[in-house]
């Protein structure tokens, strides 16, 4: 008997996915699949600065268009650039053999990029490019050290530096400013200005963030639509069965 609690507590035991980040703090981001204007520019974002490179081989338009709320027409006028038309996957042209010789590394295809690192991974990873004129592309990052990627949000962001060396980066903490809202600490900042404010980009880059973590579960929302439905009618049945066992041991006694 102690065995089988033993087991059933193992079983128990969430198991904690965490990622390899080298022991970089990572920004949180909280996913929001109902924020449909959300996910809306997080697509628009995704098209225009990430598939010159990166493939969502897994996702068709058309599906992102009913399950955002786009009429497939707009979709097609405005989101597709190439070829494609909107019944299609979300691939591009780019040779992977090319691609790995002009970056060192071919861009992976992004659609199930979220489940693979986590959310808050990516949202850190695109806002922690820095200044390295070492580095082929003349950034780093600090989430994704010699990263192979050039920052394709820069004329957004701006150009950040880094105030940090390598061990300390994992104890500068960005943290917000109760009394006046601004942020202090940190390693990066913004030395070049850029389109954006830090807010403005900040807030860009949750909506692309959003959208890839839409693409990679679609179904999360239905889901949890179903799991509500399936426990209400549980419910319900429970009331049904209950009754049926007091009547079956009603003379048993
Ligand atoms: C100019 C081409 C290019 C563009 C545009 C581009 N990337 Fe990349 N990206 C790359 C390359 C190359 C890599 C592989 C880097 C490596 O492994 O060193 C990469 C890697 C990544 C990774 C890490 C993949 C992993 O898990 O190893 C993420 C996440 C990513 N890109 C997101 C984006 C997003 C989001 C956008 C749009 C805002 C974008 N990229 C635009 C070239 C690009």
Redesign the pocket.
């Known amino acids: 008997m102690k065995k089988f609690f033993i087991a059933i507590m193992l079983v128990l035991v969430p198991v904690v996915a965490s990622a390899n980040t080298g022991g970089v703090h990572l920004d949180t981001m909280g996913p929001d699949h109902t924020n449909k204007e959300s996910l809306q520019r997080g697509m628009k ?2 098209v225009n ?2 598939m ?3 493939s969502a081989n897994f996702q068709r338009y058309e599906r992102a268009a009913v399950d955002l709320g786009m009429p497939s027409e707009l979709v097609q006028e405005h989101m597709i650039f190439g070829e494609s038309k909107v019944g299609e996957q979300m691939t591009i042209a780019m040779p992977q053999a090319d ?1 790995a010789g002009w ?6 295809d ?1 659609t199930l ?1 979220t489940r ?2 986590g959310e808050d991974w ?1 949202y850190t ?2 806002r922690s490019f820095y200044k390295d004129p070492a580095r082929p592309w003349g950034v780093n990052n600090v989430v ?1 050290p010699d ?4 920052n ?2 820069e004329g957004l962001q701006g150009l950040q530096v880094n105030h940090c060396t390598a061990s300390e980066m994992a104890h500068h903490e960005k943290t917000i400013d109760p009394l006046t809202g601004l942020t202090m600490g940190g390693c990066l900042s913004v030395a070049e200005k850029g389109e954006l404010s830090v807010e403005e980009f900040d807030k860009t880059v949750y909506d ?1 963030v959003n959208f ?1 973590s839409y693409m990679g579960n679609p179904v999360k929302l239905e889901s949890e639509q179903i799991g509500y439905k399936v426990l209400i009618f549980l419910a319900i049945l429970f009331v049904f069965a209950f009754a049926l066992k007091k009547e079956f041991w009603r003379d048993v006694h």
């Open positions: 974002t995704f600065y990430c010159g490179c990166h691609a970056f060192g590394t071919p861009p992976p992004l990029e693979l690192r990516v990873y695109l994704f990263v192979g990627m050039p394709v949000l692309l890839m």
